[in-house]
T-cell receptor
Framework: EAQVTQNPRYLITVTGKKLTVTCSQN?????MSWYRQDPGLGLRQIYY???????DKGDVPEGYKVSRKEKRNFPLILESPSPNQTSLYFC???????????FGSGTRLTVV | QKEVEQNSGPLSVPEGAIASLNCTYS??????FFWYRQYSGKSPELIMS????GDKEDGRFTAQLNKASQYVSLLIRDSQPSDSATYLC??????????FGKGTRLHILP
């Protein structure tokens, strides 16, 4: 089944403890992207990648890192999480951007 | 800051009627436009994309684009209770960056 897989689905962590949210797609898509969704603020892009080793900042990149070493994987790294990073995170992939994105199931992150 | 604007709703529509969802965008360089449906607690799901001025139909859904007015709309014919969701409008600019609106909540009344 064609899909975008994120892990974990739920995560509670403490301030400052480094964490990684994994994202993998099996559709051979070129484009991958990370979003966070917050009430009243909608979906905001964190980082996106149009190819292996090519990443670009979105609207809210501060406090996040990404890497794209392989086409299928696009992990999101929080080096020192803070409570304002408590949010619902979505990974998404697209064949070429203009086709629209397929979203993963989401990761609900709570930083205490 | 380039933006995509939507009325937050809720928009209440009787079952069987036409639901009309609207969106405006500020970046004249935007080339591609999308409508996503998001059920509560779920991830967004792409339902329509449109790139050229005019109408694009897919089943009960029709997307409309007017680049001169920077306006995108989605019509849902014969609305069903299962159409109750939040609808997100999105635009993609020349840098392949996608910006989402905050969404319109649609409620279909049985």
């Amino acid at each position: 089944e064609a899909q975008v897989t994120q892990n974990p689905r739920y995560l509670i962590t403490v301030t400052g403890k480094k964490l990684t949210v994994t994202c993998s797609q099996n559709m051979n898509h070129e484009y991958m992207s990370w979003y966070r969704q917050d009430p009243g603020l909608g979906l905001r892009q964190i980082y996106y990648s149009m190819n292996v080793e090519v990443t670009d900042k979105g609207d809210v990149p501060e406090g996040y890192k990404v890497s794209r070493k392989e086409k299928r994987n696009f992990p999101l790294i929080l080096e020192s999480p803070s409570p304002n990073q408590t949010s619902l995170y979505f990974c998404a992939s697209s064949l070429s951007g203009v086709n629209g994105y397929t979203f993963g199931s989401g990761t609900r992150l709570t930083v205490v | 800051q380039k933006e995509v604007e939507q009325n937050s709703g809720p928009l209440s529509v009787p079952e069987g009627a036409i639901a009309s969802l609207n969106c405006t965008y500020s970046d004249r360089g935007s080339q591609s436009f999308f409508w996503y449906r998001q059920y509560s607690g779920k991830s967004p799901e792409l339902i329509m994309s449109i790139y050229s001025n005019g109408d694009k139909e897919d089943g009960r859904f029709t997307a409309q684009l007017n680049k001169a007015s920077q306006y995108v709309s989605l019509l849902i014919r014969d609305s069903q209770p299962s159409d109750s969701a939040t609808y997100l409008c999105a635009s993609m600019n020349r840098d392949d960056k996608i910006i989402f609106g905050k969404g319109t909540r649609l409620h279909i009344l049985p």
